[in-house]
């Protein structure tokens, strides 16, 4: 449950100034609410992506958006990430993109997806601000995974298991279901 804090600064005693309000977010994101926006570095198969273009969440509009968020990138999480991306991967298409968020500096993600058959993109958290602002703590072995619908509402969010599959099918079914609009001329 996201709760929306609103905290106004005064002046003084008898000032009567107009400050703004500033707000800020507490916990995870909500299921139905705007999703929280994700910028960062994004590396493919082909390497890194422009440095003056990081992936945006916000620029994905009119298409839907999977997030899978892990720990970082020791041998053991190195294996399970080229399962996410396989997994998730295969889901990308025209109107799905399939992200991978690793709690990793750049240099450790640019080779995941190489030799991966499907599309996705790895986008590098390393000092795991995203992770936070999605309600994630440092788990090393927690995995969860969100579909966030075309028009920027996160529709699912649920935790992920790698080797016994809980999670994986309702994930999928979200992506189904995340088309609320018809699709984008690109």
Same mark, same amino acid.
């Given at each position: 449950?996201?709760?929306?804090?609103?905290?106004?600064?005064?002046? /003084?005693?008898?000032?009567?100034?107009?400050?703004?309000?500033?707000? #800020?977010?507490?916990?995870?994101?909500?299921? /139905?609410?705007?999703?929280?926006?994700?910028?960062?570095?994004?590396?493919?198969?082909?390497?890194?992506?422009?440095?003056?273009?990081?992936?945006? &969440?916000?620029?994905?509009?009119?298409?839907?958006?999977? &997030?899978?968020? #892990?720990?970082?990138?020791?041998?053991?999480?190195?294996?399970?990430?080229?399962?996410?991306?396989?997994?998730?991967?295969?889901?990308?298409?025209?109107?799905?993109?399939?992200?991978?968020?690793?709690?990793?500096?750049?240099?450790?993600?640019?080779?995941?997806?190489?030799?991966?058959?499907?599309?996705?993109?790895?986008?590098?958290?390393?000092?795991?601000?995203?992770?936070?602002?999605? /309600?994630?703590?440092?788990?090393?072995?927690?995995?969860?995974?969100?579909?966030?619908?075309?028009?920027?509402?996160?529709?699912?969010?649920?935790?992920?298991?790698?080797?016994?599959? &809980?999670?994986?099918?309702?994930?999928?079914?979200?992506? /189904?279901?995340?088309?609320?609009?018809?699709?984008?001329?690109?």
């Amino acid at each position: 449950m996201v709760g929306l804090a609103l905290v106004a600064f005064g002046t /003084g005693v008898g000032v009567a100034q107009e400050r703004p309000l500033r707000a #800020g977010v507490l916990g995870s994101p909500s299921v /139905g609410k705007p999703a929280p926006e994700v910028v960062l570095p994004y590396f493919q198969a082909t390497g890194p992506g422009p440095v003056d273009q990081p992936f945006r &969440l916000s620029a994905e509009l009119g298409r839907v958006v999977v &997030l899978v968020m #892990g720990g970082g990138l020791d041998s053991v999480s190195r294996t399970e990430w080229r399962q996410v991306a396989e997994r998730v991967g295969g889901l990308a298409g025209r109107s799905v993109v399939a992200v991978g968020v690793v709690r990793a500096p750049a240099e450790g993600v640019l080779g995941l997806a190489v030799g991966v058959g499907t599309e996705i993109k790895f986008l590098a958290d390393p000092d795991g601000r995203v992770h936070r602002n999605w /309600g994630l703590g440092r788990g090393p072995r927690s995995w969860a995974g969100f579909v966030v619908a075309d028009d920027g509402r996160l529709l699912w969010a649920g935790r992920l298991e790698l080797g016994t599959g &809980l999670g994986w099918s309702d994930l999928e079914g979200a992506v /189904g279901r995340g088309r609320t609009a018809a699709p984008p001329s690109r």
